[in-house]
């Protein structure tokens, strides 16, 4: 069951899992003893890029179809909690400082990663107190949103109400919320509520698609016009993942179509969920309807966010 909301409560829609999607089967496995929490993942062509949750410094770890590490991007910043990760259209890896288990911080952060170790961190501040979170969803604007974990399965969604700053914390604005019920798909470490708890989202690298994952199902949301926000008010395909430990780890392969996931522990699997041709859903279609690109209608906000983003970075490199 998933739904959005903007300002008010509406019904929860009922939703079956859609055949759009499977049977699962395994890419490779993750032995590496430094994965061993696996929560963030992005794909750059035949490479695979993880993050670890936690962590003293900022690394993404690259690894090849056969899963292993072929190298580390990494920079000496000392994050709280990274739980996301995604790779902006430039290239750019953005490391999602979101976690919050105890409810305590005064801000969070996105930390901006280029392949030579150069990075930015931007601070932000929530409008209605603390939040845990473990998602994010980068628009091919590069706009980020971040979508919070909640035990009762309202998600907050929230993205930057001004260009964000390296000098100074950003007020984040609560631009939706995002409500999924149990589903009854086995795994993860929680039960029912498992079911509920956003632990990781992903932009397919066309931007036609977004998935959102819980730790037993994901969800997939056709984008039009780049507009990731009409696109999660929209009837999502519900995918049940395959039982796993605690997964949180979700993005899309390099075709754009086919979804990956992980979970934390290592060993561990990465797992391929191939995209059934006509499905007859929305979401899946849309891919065939945009895979000759996607065609953007930047606002005015998300052209200022780019500003902020890649300005600032541009002028330290």
Request: proline residues 8%; contains cysteine; charged residues 20%.
């Amino acid at each position: 069951m998933a739904g959005i909301v903007f300002g008010c409560s509406l019904p929860v829609p009922t939703l079956a899992a859609d055949p759009a999607f499977g049977p699962p089967s395994v890419l490779c496995t993750v032995s590496d003893p430094r994965l061993t929490e696996a929560s963030g993942l992005a794909v750059d062509g035949s490479r695979l890029l993880m993050v670890n949750d936690g962590g003293s410094a900022l690394e993404v770890f690259v690894l090849d179809r056969s899963c292993r590490v072929t190298s580390v991007v990494t920079s000496p910043v000392d994050p709280y909690d990274v739980e996301d990760l995604a790779r902006a259209a430039d290239g750019t890896l953005w490391l999602a400082d979101i976690g919050d288990n105890d409810r305590d911080r005064d801000t969070v952060a996105l930390h901006a990663l280029r392949e030579d170790g150069q990075s930015v961190l931007f601070r932000f501040t929530y409008p209605d107190g603390q939040h845990d979170a473990e998602a994010l969803l980068l628009d091919r604007a590069g706009r980020p949103f971040v979508l919070t974990k909640e035990p009762q399965g309202r998600a907050g969604i929230y993205t930057p109400a001004a260009p964000p700053s390296v000098s100074a914390p950003t007020a984040l604005e609560r631009v939706g919320s995002l409500t999924f019920g149990a589903t009854g798909t086995p795994g993860g470490p929680l039960g029912q509520t498992g079911q509920v708890l956003i632990t990781g989202a992903a932009m397919s690298p066309d931007g036609a698609l977004a998935v959102v994952r819980t730790y037993t199902d994901a969800y997939v949301y056709a984008v039009t016009d780049g507009d990731v926000l009409a696109a999660l008010a929209g009837e999502p395909v519900r995918v049940s993942l395959p039982p796993a430990p605690q997964g949180e780890a979700i993005a899309f392969a390099a075709n754009g179509r086919d979804l990956l996931v992980t979970s934390e522990g290592t060993p561990f699997d990465v797992t391929v969920l191939p995209a059934a041709a006509s499905s007859g859903s929305a979401a899946v279609e849309a891919v065939e309807r945009n895979s000759t690109g996607v065609n953007l209608a930047i606002a005015a906000v998300v052209a200022a966010v780019l500003v902020g983003f890649y300005g600032l970075l541009r002028r330290r490199s």
